[in-house]
Every structure is written in structure tokens, then in C-alpha cells.
């Protein structure tokens, strides 16, 4: 049976790549206007691109069926989270650093900046990239219906609105008023820091590489429907109730040949409505030769 997971996959890839591109001409923006607030707005942005290279992990599919009952996270998964929350820390830190500063007077408040037409259009191109990541990811969350995209989907909301609040602040620091821009940049930081809490707290129990349903309760629900005669290689991940992905190999009698793509609606429809959202993948085979 043809799975969504890889369509899902490349979504994900290229809203990875656009978010990049994104974030590249946010940084440029706010180094050439010295904008606290967009700056960090771009912290936002990392936290968003972590949840979906998160996501793009949690989705792969295993290699090998010896390791099923292998618990614990991977190094690239710890190497992206410990290399972000150093770029988090860093980054947040010397934001916050100025921005409190200037609140409480300890700096002169910085030169107002001016804006020319191309960074007013760089401006308008992030916001509108913003805008349509959002769209088409609730979009594509609406057709596929995968978890992966609709976790996505509160982090871009959190990045357009943070942007949006960012840009904001920058046109009051046009006009000499650093107050706005030095407050959000305090409260976008804690707004990142929430985030970047809420995505471990969402992707990190789903990377953990051990059994969510026990391959019996799964040969049961695909023996139920009829035509199966054996349910081989099961393999469950993640958390039920909140996503599962689920892979089965099962043998089917010749007498229902023809029938294998019934056959596996079938299945994932009653293994969705007994465990909830589920991503299935099934091999059908009608001999004791495993057909890909």
C-alpha cells in the first residue's frame, strides 16, 4: 500500500529550505538596521526549523527490524537539539543583554535607523514567504492529515505572528521610539524559549525507538478482516493517542486476489479507529515470499 509519509517528507524538506532562506534575509535585516526585535524573531525561526528537521527524523523509515526494542535518541538528534539551544542561549543572551540595558537607561538609545526601499521589500518578501508557508502547510495538513504537518503548523503560525510584531517595532524605531522594540525583544525571547520547550515536549517522546502497541494487539486487528492469513514484521513507534507509526507485512489467501488494496483500507480504517491518528504502512503478499 502506498504510504503519505514520503509526500509528507518532501513538504517538509521544502518548507525547511524556504524557512532557511527566510531566516538568512531576517538576519540580514536586522543586522543592517540593528532591530532587536527581528533579531529575535529569528530565534523563533530556529525553533521552527528544529521542530521540522524533528519532524523529517521522526518520520524516517527504520532500516532494520532487529533494533525495534533499541531505546533512546539518536546523535543527530542530539547533536541539532544541543547545537540549537547553544545558538538559543548565545543569541538570546546578548539580545536580552541590550535590550534591558537600554530600558533601563544604562546605553544611549540607538540611532534611529532608515529604511530603504529594498529593505522594505525584503521585509514585505518575509512576511509574505511567512504567510504562504503558513497557508500551504494548513493546506497540505487538510489533504494528508499527518501530525508532522499539523504540529508544523503552530509553529509557523507562532513565527507570522512574531514577524509580523517584529516588523512592527522596527517601523516605531524609524520614527526614534526604541521602547516597543526593546520590550518585544524581552518578550519575544520568552516566547522562544516557551517554544523551544513545547517542541521537545511534542518530538522528543515520538524519537524514542521503542514498541508503542504490542505486535499481538496489531496481528489481531489485521486478522479481523477477512482474506488474512498471516500478519508478519510489525513494527509500532511513537505515542498513542497523539501519532503511531505502524508497519506490517501481511499474507493474504489466493481465493482474494485482486482485492489487496481493499484489503489494506480496510485494516489501517480499523486500526485509526481503534488507536487513533496513525500513519500505516503495509506489505501484501499471497505466498510465503514477501512481495516490496
Known sequence: MANRLPTSRWFLLGILWLSLLVLSVKLAVAWTTRSLSLGAATLQTLVTQLSIILSLLTSLKPQDYRRFQVVGHGYRETIITLGLWSLLSCGGLFLGTIATSQLLGLTA????????????QCLGVVFISHLFLLVANIYQTKSKSHHFLSFTTICLLNDLWITTLSIGCL?????????PDSLSTILLLGVSLVNFWLVLQWQVPLLVNQTAIA???????????GGVTQCTRIYSKGV???SVYIEMTIIIHPEVLGYESVIAERIEAALKERYGMVAVRIQISNTQKIKS
Not at 538609545?109 to 522594505?120: E, F, G, M, S
Request: charged share 15%.
Open 109 to 120: 538609545p540607538p540611532i534611529p535607523p532608515r529604511l530603504t526601499p529594498l529593505l522594505w
Open 171 to 179: 517601523a516605531a524605531l524609524t520614527r526614534g521610539i526604541y521602547l
Open 215 to 225: 505486535p499481538e494487539e496489531l496481528a489481531q486487528v489485521a486478522h479481523a478482516v
Open 240 to 242: 498513542v493517542g497523539r
